[in-house]
């Protein structure tokens, strides 16, 4: 639960900054949260989510 609610705010703060940047339009930008919205109501959900979270696992293994 707290990966998925950081992962959303770090998306979200990446949208709102492409948007503020003007590297893309709001336009764009509305379709591509609907189109998450959407596609997190489909059986690909539970794919994706495990699929995240095994990026953010290994990612979090990294040692310096």
Do not use: E, H
Request: charged content about 10%; some cysteine.
């Amino acid at each position: 639960m707290a990966l998925s609610v950081s992962l959303v705010l770090l998306l979200g703060i990446l949208v709102v900054v492409l948007v503020r940047g003007k590297s893309v339009k709001a336009g764009p930008a509305i379709v591509c949260v609907l189109f998450g919205f959407f596609l997190a109501s489909t059986s690909m959900a539970p794919s994706i989510n495990r699929f995240v979270t095994s990026i953010a696992d290994m990612i979090g293994q990294i040692r310096f």
